[in-house]
């Protein structure tokens, strides 16, 4: 099984419904990350946390809210979807040490298509 | 906005060529780490340099950082048809606790 699981990992929904995408994990970090993809665009952060009762902001929350419902879960939601937020989105986790964001476990996708 | 920004976009080259893509990023960085996407797949950390280092090797991959140029680049030496895949940067600002990611060069090896 992966460590970092995604789903669904495709989706497809209509303007204005409500989407979740849920994140869990086996590798028992404390950080976990929502990041976005769009083609030729990189990845942009949308979300993090770095436990339970830490969640943050990335550079484009907008539109967006998340849940981190236990340190293996982070879910990530769209309250009114619109077209715009067609994309692929990752979830990741990290296992800082050394004071330092180490490196990121990412899942495998989740392919959101909102018409 | 995007901390890294790769150089160039795309690459292509034959099976046995050397690949050398450059990152540059605007701000002070505790570490820059390189990242391997297969088409529409998660993205694979690769390797991690931090900023008191100057070069770092791992199999066929050399990873060179210039802080006071505030770049980086990943050279993967005898590619193979298999390197092909999206490259990233992606650096860390230390206290942010989280990585800023570039827009990737993309990488066709062909054989």
């Known amino acids: 099984d992966a460590d970092v699981t995604q789903t669904p990992r495709n989706r497809i929904t209509k303007t204005g419904k409500r989407i979740m995408l849920e994140c869990s994990q086996t590798?028992?970090?404390?950080?976990m990350y929502w990041y976005r993809q769009d083609p030729g665009l990189g990845l942009r952060l949308i979300y993090y946390?770095?436990?339970?009762?830490?969640?943050n902001k990335g550079e484009i929350s907008d539109g967006y809210s998340v849940s981190r419902q236990a340190q293996a879960k982070f879910s990530l939601s769209l309250e009114s979807a619109i077209p715009n937020q067609t994309a692929l989105y990752f979830c990741?986790?990290?296992?800082?040490?050394?004071?330092?964001?180490?490196?990121?476990?990412f899942g495998e996708g989740s392919r959101l298509t909102v018409l | 906005s995007q901390q890294g920004e790769e150089d160039p976009q795309a690459l292509s080259i034959q099976e046995g060529e050397n690949a050398t893509m450059n990152c540059s990023y605007k701000t002070s960085i505790n570490n820059l780490q390189w990242y391997r996407q297969n088409s529409g797949r998660g993205l694979v950390h690769l390797i991690l340099?931090?900023?008191?280092?100057r070069e770092k090797h791992s199999g066929r991959l050399r990873v060179t950082l210039d802080t006071s140029k505030k770049s980086s680049s990943l050279l993967i030496t005898a590619s193979r048809a298999a390197d092909t895949a999206s490259y990233f940067c992606?650096?860390?600002?230390?206290?942010?606790?989280?990585?800023?990611f570039g827009k990737g060069t993309k990488l066709s090896v062909k054989p």
């Open positions: 990741a986790t990290s296992d800082p040490s050394a004071g330092y964001t180490g490196e990121l476990f």
């Open positions: 340099i931090r900023s008191n280092e």
């Open positions: 992606a650096t860390d600002r230390g206290s942010q606790g989280n990585l800023i």
């Open positions: 590798k028992g970090h404390d950080r």
């Open positions: 946390s770095f436990d339970v009762k830490d969640i």
